[in-house]
T-cell receptor, first 116, second 115 residues
């Protein structure tokens, strides 16, 4: 089945550690996104990538890093510079800029990150 | 930048009744797409319905319909015959060229369906 897989589902991080959240898609989508969601809040864009080997900062990129070496994969690293990383992280994908605006974003199941 | 406003943090509806969730948006793009997503307590994001800015007809998908008023920049979601399983967070989102075709989400509305 085509879809987006995020792992792990739950992740615990000690203060000062970097952690990497995995996001893999087999939908052949060009565009991929990372969102952060705090309890009771909406989704805020961290990073996005419209094509392999290229990515752009979103609204809240500080303390995060990404890579896009393969079309299928868009991992997110939460660095020690992110002072309040406890949140729910959602990865999404969609067809890229050549296929516009009537195509929805497809989401993974999310990773719940907690700092301990 | 484009912006989505959802003014109802929480809504209650009796089972089997209809409910309208409000969404207004701000954009200067002539062409854009509007989306509604449902997020149950499990956290997954479920796509419900899409409306294009040039669509003449309001979108419908089963029990979901979108009341699109372009001049007022509103795209309200109407859920008919509410079910207990409709209890969830609902997000309105927009996609347009001004934000690099990224999806911009509103703050959401928490819908509770009462038996």
């Amino acid at each position: 089945d085509g879809g987006i897989t995020q792992s792990p589902k739950y992740l615990f991080r000690k203060e000062g550690q970097n952690v990497t959240l995995s996001c893999e898609q087999n939908l052949n989508h060009d565009a991929m996104y990372w969102y952060r969601q705090d309890p009771g809040q909406g989704l805020r864009l961290i990073y996005y990538s419209q094509i392999v080997n290229d990515f752009q900062k979103g609204d809240i990129a500080e303390g995060y890093s990404v890579s896009r070496e393969k079309k299928e994969s868009f991992p997110l690293t939460v660095t020690s510079a992110q002072k309040n990383p406890t949140a729910f992280y959602l990865c999404a994908s969609s067809p890229g800029q050549g296929v516009i605006m009537n195509t929805e974003a497809f989401f993974g199941q999310g990773t719940r990150l907690t700092v301990v | 930048a484009q912006k989505i406003t959802q003014t109802q943090p929480g809504m209650f509806v009796q089972e089997k009744e209809a409910v309208t969730l409000d969404c207004t948006y701000d954009t200067s793009d002539p062409s854009y797409g509007l989306f509604w997503y449902k997020q149950p307590s499990s956290g997954e994001m479920i796509f419900l319905i899409y409306q294009g800015s040039y669509d003449q007809q309001n979108a419908t998908e089963g029990r979901y319909s979108l009341n699109f008023q372009k001049a007022r920049k509103s795209a309200n979601l109407v859920i008919s015959a509410s079910q207990l399983g409709d209890s969830a967070m609902y997000f309105c989102a927009m996609r347009g060229p001004r934000d690099g075709q990224n999806f911009v989400f509103g703050p959401g509305t928490r819908l509770s369906v009462l038996p």
